[in-house]
């Protein structure tokens, strides 16, 4: 199978997470796999890829993607992704995140190639303009499939408004140390959060609710793994709330399985989600794990009081009160730590990739 895949770059962020560890899979199996990016390739990917695929940076990255203001760069540009399809000749074409999706769609119109657009940012909750997600809607439509990560969004992209939509989960790949190293018998404690500095993420509620909670429990420290616009904001919360030598921020890091190995329990706070990579990761590691029930995800990974804990979403209280359950109770976490790692059964990379596999076979079979 000849499969050209597509993305803004290879960067740090969950759908070029996934898009690495389905492309390394497929080349694995002796697939021909293209990977087509809108950078300038002056930045080595983030994740590793296998050496058997072809990576192609495009030099047509624009960060007024969001606004689509300039007609005459983006005709430019889907012209020089057209190009680099066809000469890619993909058999099929994958695209990830919405405004990389809206210029494939919109390069393979006449190409007469199948095309799979993977959703992970949902227009409500996205930033996208107005008349980015008209088009959007418009361009949706002409895609073979799109895919969308959890039921729960499919509501998105209803069926009877024309879109051709299947659910697909994130894999999960299990850090590189399946053996996670007890912190049983040391007198430290590790909560962790990974993901990027930003409102979405709901990191400051996070510090909040540790803010709360920390005084009863010395022994615990907040460690938030990530980059972005919001440092400065939560640095100054951290001052503000007196624990600012109780939280770090040591950025991007490569090494997260070595902080998953040592964390005591994570924790994601976000506002809005798709589908978590590092929650999942986390539990596969059998870390106890506290996530609010934000919009799409948790709900649909979590089993609530058997292998994690929901709590109300944008509830600084609420949170507090799951951070304090766990925080006291390591037979909980011990509790959570035995059934967490049975994600794997449900979001392991076999079990995705099967479904993986039988979406190219339906859209290859319609075609």
């Given at each position: 199978?000849?499969?050209?895949?597509?993305?803004?770059?290879?960067?740090?962020?969950?759908?070029?997470r996934?898009?690495?560890?389905?492309?390394n899979?497929?080349?694995?199996?002796?697939?021909?796999?293209?990977?087509?990016?809108?950078?300038?390739?002056?930045?080595?990917?983030?994740?590793?890829?296998?050496?058997?695929?072809?990576?192609?940076?495009?030099?047509?990255?624009?960060?007024?993607?969001y606004?689509?203001?300039?007609?005459?760069?983006?005709?430019?540009?889907?012209?020089?992704?057209?190009?680099?399809?066809?000469?890619?000749?993909?058999?099929?074409?994958?695209?990830?995140?919405?405004?990389?999706?809206?210029?494939?769609?919109l390069?393979?119109?006449?190409?007469?190639?199948?095309?799979?657009?993977?959703?992970?940012?949902?227009?409500?909750?996205?930033?996208?303009?107005?008349?980015?997600?008209?088009?959007?809607?418009?361009?949706?439509?002409?895609?073979?499939?799109?895919?969308?990560?959890?039921?729960?969004?499919?509501?998105?992209?209803?069926?009877?408004?024309?879109?051709?939509?299947?659910?697909?989960?994130?894999?999960?790949?299990?850090?590189?140390?399946?053996?996670?190293?007890?912190?049983?018998?040391?007198?430290?404690?590790?909560?962790?959060?990974?993901?990027?500095?930003?409102?979405?993420?709901?990191?400051?509620?996070?510090?909040?609710?540790?803010?709360?909670?920390?005084?009863?429990?010395?022994?615990?420290?907040?460690?938030?793994?990530?980059?972005?616009?919001?440092?400065?904001?939560?640095?100054?919360?951290?001052?503000?709330?007196?624990?600012?030598?109780?939280?770090?921020?040591?950025?991007?890091?490569?090494?997260?399985?070595?902080h998953?190995r040592?964390?005591?329990?994570?924790?994601?706070?976000?506002?809005?989600?798709?589908?978590?990579?590092?929650?999942?990761?986390?539990?596969?590691?059998?870390?106890?794990?506290?996530?609010?029930?934000?919009?799409?995800?948790?709900?649909?990974?979590?089993?609530?009081?058997?292998?994690?804990?929901?709590?109300?979403?944008?509830?600084?209280?609420?949170?507090?009160?799951?951070?304090?359950?766990?925080?006291?109770?390591?037979?909980?976490?011990?509790?959570?730590?035995?059934?967490?790692?049975?994600?794997?059964?449900?979001?392991?990379?076999?079990?995705?990739?099967?479904?993986?596999?039988?979406?190219i076979?339906?859209?290859?079979?319609?075609?």
């Open positions: 199978m000849k499969l050209t895949l597509i993305s803004s770059s290879l960067g740090v962020g969950g759908a070029e996934v898009m690495s560890i389905i492309a899979y497929w080349a694995a199996k002796g697939w021909q796999i293209t990977i087509l990016t809108f950078d300038d390739g002056s930045e080595p990917p983030f994740y590793d890829l296998d050496n058997r695929i072809d990576h192609r940076p495009l030099g047509i990255e624009n960060q007024d993607d606004k689509i203001s300039s007609v005459g760069k983006n005709l430019r540009r889907i012209r020089i992704l057209k190009r680099a399809i066809v000469a890619s000749r993909p058999k099929l074409v994958i695209s990830f995140v919405n405004t990389t999706n809206i210029m494939t769609l390069a393979c119109w006449g190409l007469k190639v199948p095309t799979i657009v993977s959703e992970y940012v949902y227009s409500s909750v996205g930033k996208l303009s107005t008349a980015c997600q008209l088009l959007q809607k418009w361009a949706y439509r002409r895609a073979d499939l799109i895919t969308v990560e959890t039921h729960g969004a499919l509501s998105f992209f209803p069926s009877d408004q024309g879109y051709n939509t299947f659910v697909m989960p994130n894999p999960v790949s299990l850090p590189s140390s399946e053996t996670i190293e007890s912190q049983l018998y040391t007198d430290d404690r590790h909560l962790l959060a990974i993901g990027k500095l930003t409102p979405r993420k709901g990191f400051d509620l996070l510090i909040k609710a540790f803010a709360q909670v920390c005084d009863p429990h010395p022994e615990w420290t907040l460690t938030i793994l990530g980059e972005g616009e919001m440092r400065s904001e939560l640095e100054d919360l951290c001052l503000e709330l007196g624990i600012q030598d109780r939280v770090y921020m040591p950025g991007v890091v490569k090494n997260i399985d070595a998953f040592k964390a005591d329990i994570f924790a994601l706070t976000s506002r809005f989600e798709g589908f978590p990579v590092a929650l999942c990761e986390a539990m596969a590691c059998g870390v106890p794990v506290i996530a609010t029930d934000c919009v799409s995800g948790p709900r649909e990974i979590i089993h609530n009081g058997l292998d994690g804990l929901l709590v109300v979403s944008e509830n600084v209280d609420a949170l507090a009160v799951g951070l304090d359950l766990l925080m006291s109770d390591p037979v909980k976490r011990q509790y959570f730590s035995h059934y967490a790692p049975k994600i794997l059964d449900r979001f392991g990379i076999d079990p995705v990739m099967a479904i993986w596999n039988s979406a076979k339906q859209v290859r079979d319609r075609v």
